[in-house]
């Protein structure tokens, strides 16, 4: 079959082709057309939809999980505050995660780390083997861990700390992180839980410490930018918007961990 790599196709047409079990990565496909296709079947992971329209789409038995920024209207309604209370019903601690001052923020920190000794307490239970196990091609339990102390180095301590490169070995950036000089990238790694732990507990310390001592004033301040490459961008940041990436990781890693910890348990029953 044809491989495309390193190449600019802007513009180009694609008409009475067949494209079934092809694979798309790390590709830009804005402003596209899409007319008279089938996307039965489709697996789309990492993928943005800014300012998307569809129109004369079917979906049947479609899944979609996925961050609502802004509106989201299906058939002219607005389902995104539809969405978002209901989320909020089905689990009231998720309210906590858009906190308006220093105080909810310490609410919020609070009841993810109340959330997550309860998941780790879980994953004990378990055999050492399955928490290195994937679900559905999704991070493991382990790698889970030690993707938060990713998120936490990256917002927290380089972010707003202003440290250029405080990256661990065994912290682990998203899959398609581009690689950078400095950033770690051990995705086979396998230490046990105790070992995942210990950075994850540290990371989450400090976390706790910063949130111990934040004001009003410090959500408010915009960050000195690092100029080391690596990740976020060396930008200036508003302290909110950082610790709102670092709850946000929290909290939906954590669904993600507990839904897999379901299935593996299951798998282990039966």
Same mark, same amino acid.
């Given at each position: 079959?044809?491989?495309?790599?390193?190449?600019?196709?802007?513009?180009?047409?694609?008409?009475?082709?067949?494209?079934?079990?092809?694979?798309i990565?790390?590709?830009?496909?804005?402003?596209?057309?899409?007319?008279?296709?089938?996307?039965?079947?489709?697996?789309?992971?990492?993928?943005?939809?800014?300012?998307?329209?569809?129109?004369?789409?079917?979906?049947?038995?479609?899944?979609?999980?996925?961050?609502?920024?802004?509106? /989201?209207?299906?058939n002219?309604?607005?389902?995104?505050?539809?969405?978002?209370?209901? /989320?909020?019903?089905?689990?009231?601690?998720?309210?906590?995660?858009?906190?308006?001052?220093?105080?909810?923020?310490?609410?919020? !920190?609070?009841? /993810?780390?109340?959330?997550?000794?309860a998941?780790v307490?879980?994953? *004990?239970?378990?055999?050492?083997e399955?928490?290195?196990?994937?679900?559905?091609?999704?991070?493991?339990?382990?790698?889970?861990l030690?993707?938060?102390?990713?998120?936490?180095?990256? !917002?927290?301590?380089?972010?707003?700390?202003?440290?250029?490169?405080?990256?661990?070995?065994?912290?682990?950036?998203?899959?398609?992180?581009?690689?950078?000089?400095?950033?770690?990238?051990?995705?086979?790694?396998?230490?046990? @839980?105790?070992?995942? @732990?210990?950075? *994850?507990?540290? *990371?989450?310390?400090?976390?706790?410490d910063?949130?111990?001592?934040?004001?009003?004033?410090?959500?408010?301040?915009?960050?000195?930018?690092v100029?080391?490459?690596?990740?976020?961008?060396?930008?200036?940041?508003?302290?909110?918007?950082?610790?709102?990436?670092?709850?946000?990781?929290? !909290?939906?890693?954590?669904?993600?961990?507990e *839904?897999? /910890?379901?299935?593996?348990?299951?798998?282990?029953?039966?």
């Open positions: 079959m044809a491989e495309f790599r390193d190449q600019d196709l802007s513009g180009s047409t694609f008409a009475h082709v067949r494209l079934n079990g092809s694979t990565e790390d590709a830009d496909l804005s402003e596209m057309t899409i007319r008279n296709a089938s996307m039965a079947s489709a697996d789309f992971r990492g993928v943005m939809f800014p300012d998307v329209r569809m129109r004369g789409v079917g979906f049947r038995d479609a899944e979609i999980d996925g961050e609502i920024e802004g509106r /989201l209207v299906i002219g309604v607005d389902v995104a505050p539809l969405i978002e209370a209901e /989320l909020n019903r089905l689990d009231p601690d998720r309210a906590l995660l858009s906190p308006d001052d220093a105080d909810g923020f310490r609410a919020a !920190w609070a009841m /993810l780390e109340r959330r997550w000794a998941l307490d879980r994953a *004990r239970t378990l055999p050492p399955q928490l290195h196990a994937s679900v559905g091609g999704e991070w493991s339990f382990i790698q889970t030690r993707h938060l102390a990713f998120a936490t180095e990256c !917002w927290l301590l380089r972010a707003i700390e202003g440290d250029p490169r405080p990256w661990q070995p065994l912290s682990l950036p998203w899959d398609e992180a581009p690689p950078t000089e400095g950033v770690p990238e051990d995705r086979d790694a396998q230490p046990d @839980l105790d070992t995942a @732990l210990a950075l *994850r507990l540290d *990371r989450a310390t400090r976390v706790r910063y949130m111990s001592a934040l004001t009003d004033e410090e959500l408010a301040r915009m960050t000195v930018p100029t080391e490459p690596g990740w976020p961008e060396p930008e200036s940041y508003l302290v909110r918007d950082c610790l709102l990436a670092i709850l946000r990781e929290e !909290w939906e890693h954590r669904r993600f961990a *839904r897999d /910890l379901d299935e593996l348990a299951a798998r282990d029953d039966g």
